[in-house]
């Protein structure tokens, strides 16, 4: 039996499972993965934390997460408090309820592609219709434009990915404020790279007071070097907590994810070292594909996208046949690395010369 002689939802009929290739290769640079693994202490104290945590996995968890929602509170600042932030299993389970909440059937979400291929697919996985809408040759995003969509198709939710995947580049804090003044309904700003933006770059955290439709989703899988944890969170008004608490399933975040991110937390001067480090990796990574003539987007994120490659599926093979593992994702004729540890970009700097 095929999955087609499944009496399966008909919007989902034909559709692909999201799917980076999981390779095992030795250098691999291809889901923006923080390369760094978690230190001996962080290891330590997680030990420690879980056996006493386990002492009690008879009992369901905190449902609200009440402890680990204060700690992301203190880290976010701006005044927030555990009222204004929810965490959930990664940043896209956090999507999904925002869609189960205020998307479903008969209303729309809005992008702008090129940008996180997640968002469609969890709209279209809640039964929400997905509109696209798009940025300009340069991956920027022009207000004005934005704004004309925006009015052009009302749309009941807007996404904005800032610092944007796969291009990389921040939008300016003028342009999502007209996005949210434009917008009638909500508008969820995704700041999984926020962390690794160039300095001086503001959160759209800075609009939450004065924007009750707004919301800021954060990750730990990135600049916390926690992909494997899966925890994902956001700020917002109270109103909009109150809101996902209708959808989200009772007891989501597990005892161990809770302690986990919690230890996380703790030892956030550490991993937030390592940002530093992979900030600078990223820059001195654009500067040296730039002075192989290439073209390559402004970066705020631990990736780069880069190009332009009429055939770029033989790039991505050339490399691949070195041990390198990158992204085939994006505009066409654009590849996109993840920023490794310094001996890895130093393997990807030479697979790149051996391809070119
Ligand atoms: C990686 C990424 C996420 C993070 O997803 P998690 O579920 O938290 O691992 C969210 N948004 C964007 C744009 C991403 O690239």
Redesign the pocket.
């Known amino acids: 039996m095929n999955l087609e002689d499944l009496p399966i939802r008909d919007d989902l009929r034909g559709m692909k499972a999201y799917g980076a290739p999981q390779l095992d290769v030795a250098v691999r640079l291809n889901?923006?993965e923080n390369p760094y693994p978690p230190s001996e202490r962080l290891l330590d104290d997680l030990a420690l934390t879980i056996r006493r945590e386990a002492a009690e996995l008879n009992r369901y968890p905190d449902r609200d997460a009440i402890e680990l929602r204060e700690e992301l509170a203190a880290y976010l600042g701006h005044g927030l408090g555990r009222e204004r932030v929810w965490a959930a299993?990664?940043?896209?389970?956090?999507?999904q309820q925002i869609l189960q909440a205020f998307g479903g059937p008969g209303r729309t979400a809005m992008g702008f592609e090129p940008?996180?291929a997640?968002?469609p697919l969890i709209t279209t996985g809640t039964n929400t219709t997905w509109v696209r809408a798009s940025r300009e040759a340069d991956f920027s995003l022009d207000p004005a434009g934005a704004v004309a969509a925006i009015k052009e198709h009302d749309p009941d939710i807007v996404f904005l990915?800032s610092p944007?995947?796969p291009t990389g580049t921040a939008v300016p804090i003028e342009t999502i404020e007209a996005v949210i003044e434009a917008a009638r309904g909500m508008v969820v700003i995704?700041e999984?790279?926020f962390e690794f933006a160039r300095t001086g770059t503001p959160s759209a955290l800075t609009l939450l007071g004065r924007h009750p439709r707004l919301i800021v989703?954060r990750?730990?899988?990135?600049a916390f070097a926690m992909?494997g944890t899966?925890?994902?969170y956001l700020a917002a008004h109270p109103a909009v907590i109150e809101a996902l608490l209708l959808v989200r399933l009772p007891y989501h975040l597990s005892t161990v994810t809770q302690a986990t991110a919690r230890t996380a937390l703790r030892h956030r001067e550490d991993l937030l070292k390592d940002v530093q480090r992979l900030r600078e990796e990223r820059d001195a990574t654009v500067g040296w594909l730039r002075g192989r003539g290439l073209e390559v987007a402004d970066s705020d994120?631990n990736f780069v996208m880069f190009g332009r490659f009429p055939d770029r599926r033989k790039i991505w093979q050339g490399l691949l046949d070195q041990g390198v593992l990158i992204r085939e994702v994006g505009p066409p004729e654009w590849l996109r690395v993840s920023i490794g540890t310094k001996d890895e970009m130093s393997a990807f700097r030479q697979a790149m010369e051996n391809v070119l």
């Open positions: 889901t923006n299993n990664g940043s896209n389970e956090v999507l940008s996180y997640m968002h990915t944007n995947n995704d999984a790279y989703t990750t730990m899988s990135k992909a899966r925890l994902g994120a």
